[in-house]
């Protein structure tokens, strides 16, 4: 089955904010920001700009009847700034003209006095001087204290991993416009109808059930989406409730990289002890956690960083802690991973730098810790279908390991400026939200009189082919084709409150719901097939492929022909269902419990060239056995490895977000800030399904698959550093992610003077 999008995609057809066509008297929205990333608002003077030809209006602090505060988890984000600016990028005003050109021109003639404050850039920094957005967090397993003397080798160190600009190939946008009865429709490109929804009828100062949020689809999201859609459609919304007019907010490439947060870097001190034989005893790591200027997302971000913090090993005792630290950034956000990625990069840099001061292959000590079934993670879930050494082990054989050892090895002995380096990445990720109540979905379906069928969840499509595996797992419990389907936009007035499309958890909370709204209708079908049909039993009825079977027999009632029975007797052909995914349960007094329905496993093979005289390299291969449960679309779901894997390695290697001490990002277009291209793909890249039992709580069986591969790419680092430690032996081992170019080239030549003595 294509992705149903397909065809929209290639013709350039599909419909985003941005190709709604705009309603008659349609004013564009231009915002004003900060230019500073801390100070207090002295004055502020709209005056010139208003003279501007076409100006209509300029929507500030004072126009909003509601509260000024959109924070979801927490209330601390004012929508626009009125007293102080607290970041590079703080919207502070919109400027609503005729033309886009206009606005443009009069924000520029927009004169504000900020008094500068100092700006706290880094974690560390906000740590020392203890500003956190909430309260630092712990898990903990065994006892490390007492531990540490039983072991054999004791690693310390720091690492840093740098943060990621989520590059969605739409930016941020929104389209609102007032309806009668002070009821006001919002287009916005978000991840989560509601999170907009609430937010604007708090600004608003409305009731939720007079906002209509809708989304046709997205142009990615990537998490970049999930919280941070919400100030800009907000913004169009309140001018347009405020002005009487259309609004439409769509903010440029820069402006996008300029005002909106990205995925968190963190800072780590950590801590590792190991026995004799190379197990892992103890691990103890305290995370700082760079969350920006507010809240947004970053408790929950926190949350995933502490349940990855021992990754896909087995470490039977623990301490890991999170510092969320509040500094003059944007709010740092959801991004594919979420907070997952910090916390297993931290512990493949430990585990780099054991086997670095034990001179031994770091494989040695992945490969002896991995988890076992029944093993127990820090928050005390066992680990169930527990696939870590089964991934493992067929990558070792399929992709001939030891082969590859060797000619990694021979290249190495043969060359001295270009050196190549191998690593095994063993992945697990949990799946669910990690709050437990935001694990639900639904769906509404609707049968049409002619066989035709409507579907409705509360799940947004944004480029990861969801829509295409709900209408399939419809189309399987129908039995009917999948030409009869359309699935709808995603909107508040047909979905209400669904949690945002996240989590990797879409496709299996509303594809469960659309399942069981299907299976309601389909008894109720099987009812009027049964009178019809003059049987006994509706057990006794099967559809299949558009016909109607009794006791295993052909019939000559059609698919369209008991559609329209059920319709005359006067049965519903509509269906809402509900669904929350069971077993999972979370305390946080105790941080024990089992927040997770599954976990997906997979292990990546990467082979690097780094080239010693420049500091670039490339990635030569990259060889994955992923665990799919049992895919029901493998074509979508290894793209979805593909697309994970490509901005794992980004993350890893040249996305670089410098930001200077003024709080402004250096890299701040696409011009300077690199994300992979298709030179920068792996020459060679397969991606092979495990034969894995299907979890009952996956769609279908076919386990969650857009957010874990991305992890991969933590291979990519450590294959580099392995290489560049074959260039130089004494290399330092600054454990700093993203490795990029510049950071290699400096890192090569740091100690060789000393290796030339
Ligand atoms: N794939 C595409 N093409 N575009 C995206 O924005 N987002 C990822 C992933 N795959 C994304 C994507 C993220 S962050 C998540 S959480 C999941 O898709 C969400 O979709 P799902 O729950 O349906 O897997
Ligand atoms: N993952 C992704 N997004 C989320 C989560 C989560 O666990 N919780 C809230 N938003
Ligand atoms: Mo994905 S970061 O959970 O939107």
């Known amino acids: 089955m294509i992705n149903i999008d397909s065809r929209t995609h290639v013709r350039g057809e599909s419909i985003y904010v941005n190709d709604i066509p705009p309603r008659e008297d349609t004013l564009i929205g231009v915002v004003f920001a900060s230019p500073l990333a801390h100070g207090r608002i002295k004055s502020i003077d709209f005056s ?4 501007v030809d076409g100006v209509e209006g300029i929507i500030s602090a004072k126009d909003i009847k509601g509260e000024n505060q959109i924070g979801g988890i927490i209330q601390d984000e004012e929508l626009v700034a ?40 880094t974690a560390r920094e906000a740590h020392a001087a203890k500003k956190f957005i909430v309260p630092s967090r712990t898990f903990k397993t ?91 459609a907000c913004l169009a919304g309140l001018a347009a409730y405020t002005l009487k007019k259309p609004v439409k907010l769509v903010l440029s490439r820069a402006e996008d990289i300029r005002m909106t947060g990205k995925r968190h870097p963190y800072s780590f001190d950590f801590k590792l002890g190991l026995s004799k034989d190379l197990k892992i005893l103890c691990y103890e790591v305290q995370c700082f956690q760079n969350a920006g200027a507010c809240a947004d997302v970053s408790p929950a971000v926190m949350e995933r960083t502490l349940f990855h913090g021992t990754a896909s090993y087995f470490v039977p005792n623990a301490r890991i802690t999170v510092h969320s630290c509040k500094t003059n950034l944007p709010p740092n956000t959801a991004f594919r991973g979420f907070g997952a990625p910090q916390g297993m990069f931290v512990i493949e840099a430990a585990l780099m730098k054991a086997a670095a001061t034990l ?79 935001l694990n639900q979905g639904r769906s509404l379906v609707h049968i049409y009189s002619d066989g035709t069928v409507s579907i409705t969840t509360g799940v947004v499509e944004m480029g990861q082919g969801v829509n295409t595996k709900i209408l399939q797992a419809a189309a399987l419990t129908l039995s009917i084709s999948p030409k009869r389907f359309t699935i709808h936009s995603t909107n508040t007035s047909r979905i209400a409150n669904p949690s945002p499309t996240a989590a990797s958890s879409g496709a299996d909370l509303n594809g469960k719901a659309t399942i069981m709204a299907c299976q309601a209708l389909l008894a109720r079908l099987k009812g009027v097939a049964c009178q019809e049909l003059r049987a006994q039993d509706p057990d006794d009825i099967e559809i299949k492929d558009e016909v109607i079977y009794h006791k295993g027999k052909k019939t000559d009632l059609t698919w369209e022909r008991l559609v329209f029975l ?56 990259v060889k994955i056995v992923h665990d799919f449960g049992s895919s029901i679309n493998l074509d979508i779901d290894i793209g979805q490895v593909e697309g994970a894997l490509l901005q794992g390695i980004g993350l890893m290697t040249i996305e670089e977000l410098l930001i200077d001490q003024k709080g402004k990002l250096v890299y701040d277009d696409l011009s300077s800030y690199k994300v992979p291209d298709i030179y920068f793909t792996p020459q060679t890249l397969e991606v092979n399904p495990l034969d894995t039992k299907p979890d009952a709580l ?14 991969y790419g933590i291979g990519t680092y450590f294959a580099i550093l392995k290489a560049m430690r074959e260039f130089n032996p004494q290399l330092k081992l600054e454990l700093w992610a993203p490795m990029t170019h510049q950071k290699c080239l400096m890192s090569l030549y740091d100690n060789y003077g000393d290796l030339l003595k």
């Open 142 to 232: 065994g006892d490390t204290d007492s531990e540490w003397k039983n072991c054999a080798h004791v690693i310390e160190g720091q690492a840093e991993m740098g943060g990621q600009e989520h590059v969605y190939l739409e930016t941020q946008g929104a389209y609102a416009y007032p309806m009668e009865n002070d009821c006001l429709k919002i287009h916005s490109s978000t991840q989560a109808t509601k999170y907009v929804q609430r937010a604007a009828a708090k600004v608003l100062g409305i009731p939720m059930h007079r906002i209509e949020v809708d989304v046709n689809r997205i142009g990615g999201g990537f998490g970049g989406k999930e919280d941070q859609a919400t100030p800009w």
């Open 359 to 437: 001179g031994v292959d770091m494989m040695e000590i992945q490969k002896r810790n991995l988890l076992s079934e029944g093993d127990r993670f820090p928050y005390d879930q066992a680990a169930k279908n527990c696939n870590a050494r089964k991934c493992w082990d067929t990558a070792w054989e399929t992709f001939g390991v030891e082969k590859l050892k060797s000619e990694v090895a021979d290249f190495n002995t043969k060359n001295t400026l270009f050196k190549k380096g191998l690593s095994l990445y063993p992945l697990c990720f949990g799946i669910s939200f990690t709050k437990t109540s």
């Open 698 to 711: 996956a769609l279908l069986g076919s386990k969650a698959v857009g957010e874990p591969p991305l992890m």
């Open 566 to 621: 059920t319709e005359e007797a006067r049965v519903a052909l509509s269906e809402h269902a509900h669904y929350a995914t069971p077993i999972i349960h979370f305390n946080k007094a105790t941080e024990k419990g089992h927040p997770f329905a599954y976990h997906v496993y997979g292990t990546a093979v990467t082979v690097v060239t780094v080239d010693c005289l420049r500091g670039t390299y490339n990635v030569d291969l």
């Open 82 to 121: 009125d007293k102080t600016v607290d970041y590079i990028g703080m919207p502070i005003a919109l400027v609503c003209a005729k033309t886009g050109r206009a606005a443009r021109k009069a924000a520029s003639k927009i004169k504000v006095d900020i008094e500068e404050l100092h700006p706290i850039v």
């Open 48 to 51: 010139e700009a208003l003279q």
